[in-house]
């Protein structure tokens, strides 16, 4: 398996663009999880799917920020408009649902918001 | 609030030495923890979990969980260079990851 596949890997934007990160999961795997990466706040989860819905959304910072999930195989988080302080790096991560052990993370976009 | 905290570092140790690396969390709702570990400009890959207090075992990495004290450890032995990183602890909270901020490790050979 390839593992968790994120693209684009690199991402330079000006403030008030549209972003859009795509993430396609491990097959198998029924669990999607969405997590922003910065030096000053870590490691922090944003939205997770489990079987394609939305399940808790409460860490997305703003409503400038939106997820979907179609199918099984591929998931978007979009950011519209973009703003400097959303640089930062962007991980999907998938799981089988309830087995956090099989947590793999993809390689993850490095978003910079000029 | 859920919280995991851990010290930023850096953590230096010498190579073939044992590494310590400590978390403590706020939240008794996690029974769980997991250890991962994250090379510069890389993504987080998991080496280790615990469910159970006590003392988990694999390889060279021992996890430790002792949850009266709410304090989750890992421990590294024979440190090689190569075990240089940053290393994230995280509770598990329902379905949700809650990370620390992570420690660096350096390994000097």
């Known amino acids: 398996d390839a593992g968790v596949i994120q693209s684009p890997r690199h991402e330079v934007t000006e403030m008030g663009q549209e972003v859009t990160l795509r993430c396609k999961p491990i097959?198998?795997?029924?669990?999607l999880f969405w997590y922003r990466q910065t030096m000053m706040r870590g490691l922090e989860l944003l939205i997770y799917f489990n079987n394609n819905v939305p399940i808790d959304d409460s860490g997305m910072p703003e409503d400038r920020f939106s997820a979907k999930m179609p199918n099984a195989s591929f998931s978007t988080l979009k950011i519209q408009p973009s703003e400097p302080r959303d640089s930062a790096v962007y991980f999907c991560a998938s799981i089988i649902a309830g087995e956090q052990e099989t947590q793999y993370f993809g390689p993850g976009t490095r978003l910079l918001v000029l | 609030q859920k919280e995991v905290e851990q010290n930023s570092g850096p953590l230096s140790v010498p190579e073939g030495a044992i590494a310590s690396l400590n978390c403590t969390y706020s939240?008794?709702?996690?029974?769980?923890f997991f250890w991962y570990r994250q090379y510069s400009g890389k993504s987080p890959e998991l080496i280790m979990f615990?469910?159970?207090?006590g003392d988990k075992e694999d390889g060279r990495f021992t996890a430790q969980l002792n949850k009266a004290s709410q304090y989750v450890s890992l421990l590294i032995r024979d440190s090689q260079p190569s075990d240089s990183a940053t290393y994230l602890c995280?509770?598990?909270?329902?379905?949700?990851?809650?990370f620390g901020a992570g420690t660096i490790l350096r390994v000097k050979s």
């Open positions: 615990i469910y159970s207090n």
């Open positions: 939240d008794r709702g996690s029974q769980s």
């Open positions: 995280a509770g598990l909270y329902g379905n949700k990851l809650v």
């Open positions: 097959s198998g795997h029924n669990s």
